[in-house]
């Protein structure tokens, strides 16, 4: 017994060691850093020393002369503007210091009425967080606070949007690890804040936040490599990412065995069961990008397959900004593999792409942006769900919409929606 | 169990280790300090920042803090690193408070425009990066053709000397231009049309 205790303490102090050795590693390579900073250091100081005697010699001359104004502008005798003269400006810009930590995020306040109720207001607040740790290391995080009127209570919300680590390894692949915004098409990772989605709700493909969809806007826990790179030119290029997370549970509230209804956050993991998918980004053209993503995996606990497979396309065609995204899900039981799938189509303008501002009141109205998004839903029942929003935009500032919509529903469950919204980017 | 397990994990750190390290070393000079390419910067602000969400101004943020968000832009957008940066520079150039009283003045006063010509100027500050001028140019700010159809000569040498004075929130850079780069500048606009 008592060797037994000494074998594992042995074992634990070796562990011990070789973690510290490691450690003792790093701090070595801090330290060697710090050695050369200081030195890079010590010869800014000998320099500047040097330029100060200079200064302090030349003080009568200087005072004699006039001109003296002119001091380090690199202009030529007759004062004409030199290229050197401009670098120099330019170059002049960049002696700011860096900050370490950022708060950004977004906020909105809405009124929203459904056809046969409940009515009421709602608002959304997520405070995000981004740190640097080092130029190649970062941190971000947000989190989702809120309030949502759900039948006659009133429910405080407080969720992880995500909060991940980044390591910019190089020019073209970041390794990033935590809780992050799934990289399937382009609604969940980077239109979804309501200061960006031209309307106040989600495409029909989407669920979560009391809408019914295919795919709720969602993080997953995990690692991802991620990046992107140029292609033919410098405004054609493509971007990737490549991960692989926690496998998704079915979701526990459920009493009957609804297929296809996952809690896709799942953390800490059920089982050792993962999903893994990617994401393919392509812009020939800068105002082109088609997309196509693809995830699958085991349903946790169950060994179920689960396949998620989708496409998205963003397209500015004069001012016209085309958004389309199309989504497949689908688990493999024994004897079936029921799916669920679905689309939409946005389009939007900007009338100032037509009035420019100019001061006048009427100027204004560039300001103003229609949309009208159309989706459709198909699931294994297969029910069938359509939707066509009407919205109409006045961006008070470029991260700040108000934004009005009336959305038709119809299929199964589908009431008619009016929204008020006011969004702020921060 | 812990035991059997750690030379595996160490193993696998220790690869990714010297992954990294080849990397990072590979990727060492990258940075290289050169004066930022404005034009380019500004044209691949104005294609790649308005992809998402409407272009944000370079004004929003000081240039202690658009490295932090430029770099969250790079990791969602999967934007190459290089353009990240050259975007950076750009917008850490393009939100600066005007130049003091005394600079703008001396500039004003001592520097003819004679050494870069106005359609020079108007390559190295980037100007086609949101603006169509003659034949080419993004599409951030509006086209400048027909401009001087629209505009005074007066209102348009206060848009591109101090652009705020119109728009307390323009995405157009602030550049501190003296009085012979502007006439320089709008002389060139005005052949260009």
């Known amino acids: 017994m008592r060797s037994a205790a000494l074998v594992v303490g042995v074992a634990l102090w070796v562990c011990a060691q070789a973690a510290e050795a490691d450690e003792l590693g790093d701090l070595r390579g801090v330290v060697t850093e710090q050695g050369q900073l200081i030195d890079e250091l010590r010869g800014e100081l000998d320099e500047l020393r040097a330029v100060q005697t200079q200064e302090g010699e030349e003080v009568p001359a200087v005072a004699a002369s006039p001109a003296s104004d002119t001091d380090s502008l690199p202009a030529s005798a007759d004062g004409e503007v030199t290229p050197e003269y401009v670098d120099e400006r330019i170059e002049e810009f960049e002696t700011a210091p860096q900050s370490r930590f950022l708060i950004s995020g977004y906020g909105d306040a ?69 809780f992050f915004l799934t990289p399937f098409n382009a609604f969940g990772q980077r239109l979804h804040p309501s200061w960006i989605n031209k309307l106040p709700s989600p495409p029909p493909i989407y669920g979560g936040h009391g809408e019914v969809g295919i795919i709720p806007v969602v993080s997953q826990v995990g690692a991802i490599v991620s990046g992107g790179a140029t292609l033919w030119s410098d405004s054609s290029k493509f971007n990737y990412a490549v991960y692989v997370v926690n496998a998704p549970t079915i979701e526990e509230e459920d009493d009957e065995d609804v297929p296809l209804d996952f809690d896709f956050k799942s953390t800490p993991n059920s089982s050792s069961d993962v999903g893994y998918g990617a994401r393919v980004g392509f812009l020939p053209i800068p105002n082109l990008e088609v997309g196509a993503s693809y995830q699958t995996g085991k349903v946790a606990g169950s060994g179920d397959r689960y396949n998620l497979v989708g496409a998205d396309l963003w397209y500015d065609f004069k001012g016209v900004e085309w958004r389309a995204e199309y989504v497949r899900l689908s688990q493999e039981f024994e004897d079936s593999s029921p799916s669920t799938q679905g689309y939409y189509v946005q389009a939007s303008y900007r009338l100032d792409n037509l009035i420019l501002d100019s001061g006048e009141w009427w100027g204004q109205v560039g300001r103003v942006e229609p949309v009208v998004r159309w989706g459709q839903i198909t699931d294994y029942a297969p029910n069938e769900r359509r939707q066509l929003a009407l919205g109409l935009n006045f961006w008070v500032y470029e991260s700040a919409p108000l934004k009005l919509s009336y959305e038709l529903n119809s299929g199964k469950g589908g009431e008619d929606r009016f929204f008020l919204q006011f969004s702020y980017g921060f | 169990m812990l035991r059997l397990r750690r030379p595996n994990a160490s193993l696998v750190l220790r690869a990714l280790l010297v992954v990294v390290l080849a990397a990072t070393s590979a990727a060492a000079n990258e940075a290289e300090k050169a004066p930022p390419d404005l034009a380019r910067g500004a044209r691949l602000y104005s294609d790649n920042c308005g992809r998402c969400h409407n272009a944000r101004g370079p004004a929003e943020y000081s240039d202690a803090h658009w490295p932090l968000i430029v770099t969250h832009m790079r990791v969602i957008a999967g934007l190459p690193g290089e353009q990240a940066r050259t975007i950076e520079a750009f917008l850490r150039a393009s939100n600066n408070p005007p130049p003091p009283p005394r600079r703008l003045g001396r500039l004003a006063a001592v520097v003819p425009a004679a050494g870069l010509s106005g359609s020079e100027l108007i390559e190295r500050y980037g100007c086609r990066g949101c603006h169509v001028i003659g034949d080419a140019g993004g599409s951030i700010g509006p086209s400048l053709r027909g401009l001087f159809e629209r505009r005074q000569a007066d209102w348009i040498r206060v848009q591109i000397q101090t652009p705020r004075e119109h728009n307390a929130k323009t995405l157009m850079p602030l550049y501190g231009l003296s009085d012979a780069e502007t006439s320089a500048i709008l002389e060139a606009l005005r052949a260009a049309r």
Do not use: K
Request: glycine share 14%.
């Open chain 1, 110 to 178: 809405h009124y929203r009425a459904v056809e046969d109720g409940p009515d009421g207001f709602g608002f959304g607040f997520n405070p995000g967080f981004h740190f640097r740790m080092s130029d190649r290391l970062h941190f971000n995080g947000e989190l989702e606070l809120g309030l949502q009127r759900d039948g006659h209570e009133t429910e405080t919300e407080v969720d992880l949007e995500f909060a991940q680590i980044d390591y910019l390894l190089t020019d073209w692949m970041t390794l990033s690890g935590g």
